[in-house]
């Protein structure tokens, strides 16, 4: 899997989202952003984009997935904080 296909799946997955992908042979990094977020749990939120990748998962195309969801409020915050 390449960074631009999961970003892909993500952004199918979740609508309106920013997605940033990092990494490669079968580990990657994410930075999610959504209003889609609003309102969840930070477990609820790893679960949203989870979903959208799941098959490559369970296929074993994606090996290690870490996931950051933020709303941009939050991601406002952060990137102001420089923690990604």
Known sequence: MTTDEIKALIEAGIE????TVNGENGMFD?????????GLSPV???QMVY???????TSGDIHALTIKAYTPSEWKTASKLQIS
């Open 51 to 57: 979903a959208t990748v799941n098959a490559k998962i």
């Open 44 to 46: 609820k939120k790893q």
């Open 30 to 38: 994410t930075i999610v952003v959504s209003d889609k977020f609003e």
């Open 16 to 19: 309106s989202a920013q997605v």
